[in-house]
């Protein structure tokens, strides 16, 4: 399975030496994304762990100041990239063209994208879940080939879960997995939004999930390791 770490804005140089020493020390056959902030990205080299970042720019080099641009994440081993995460298109105002772009600029610089998917409690209520998920994942992926289409890992993260620690129930999450599954057949489909060491035994399962994108719980190394246990 895909266990990618997002980070967000944490974790100072003396914290994030700690986090690299302590990480060093999960031993595990799932795939581990690490997605640190910018600034971490250069510290963190380790065999095994995959680098992820948790924006784009959606432009390539040149004067846009305070962007970073894909090339500049490749050529400091970063092969993955959230992109379109709710907080981002919250309170960065991403639009649906933004995300578009930046899915574009990741392919074009071989990262692979992570497409953060996901309702508000009001959509759910309103019964517009598939309508949001629809138009968030057509717009995404509307220019590109099947080929570029397939690479896509996507995130299911409903914004009511993102660090509230409540969770859908477990046929909630499948309806919604099966759903994306019918318009992304090629991709992998990670849970996002309070997934932790005590909830992973309910999630687990979900056959059908083929991951999970942790926030609050990759900074808690020894809960992490707990919910990997778990896991198997
Ligand atoms: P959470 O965050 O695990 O703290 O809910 C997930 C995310 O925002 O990607």
Not at 141 to 148: A, G, H, V
Not at 165 to 170: E, F, S, V
Not at 186 to 206: H, P
Request: charged letters at 30%; a negative charge.
């Amino acid at each position: 399975m895909i266990i990618a770490l997002n980070n967000k804005s944490n974790l100072d140089k003396k914290d994030m030496d700690k986090y690299i020493e302590d990480i060093k020390t999960i031993k595990t056959s799932h795939q581990l994304i690490v997605c640190p902030s910018f600034i971490n990205i250069p510290l963190l080299n380790i065999s095994n762990i995959c680098l992820g970042a948790q924006n784009i720019s959606s432009t390539d080099n040149g004067a846009y100041t305070g962007e970073i641009s894909g090339e500049q994440l490749k050529s400091y081993g970063v092969d993955y990239c959230i992109i379109g995460h709710s907080e981002r298109r919250e309170y960065e105002k991403e639009s649906l063209e933004d995300i578009k772009q930046k899915i574009k600029k990741a392919l074009e610089n071989d990262i692979i994208p992570i497409l953060c998917i996901g309702e508000t409690l009001n959509q759910r209520e309103n019964n517009f879940v598939y309508k949001v998920l629809e138009e968030e994942l057509l717009s995404a992926t509307e220019d590109l080939k099947e080929e570029e289409k397939a690479k896509i890992i996507i995130a299911y993260e409903p914004i009511w879960s993102i660090g509230t620690g409540i969770i859908p129930t477990n046929k909630e999450i499948e309806d919604v997995f099966q759903f994306i599954k019918q318009n992304m057949p090629k991709s992998k489909v990670l849970y996002g939004g309070s997934a932790n060491e005590q909830n992973i035994e309910t999630l687990k399962r979900i056959p059908i999930i083929d991951g999970y994108l942790l926030g609050g719980l990759s900074l808690k190394i020894e809960k992490l390791k707990l919910f990997i246990e778990k896991l198997d």
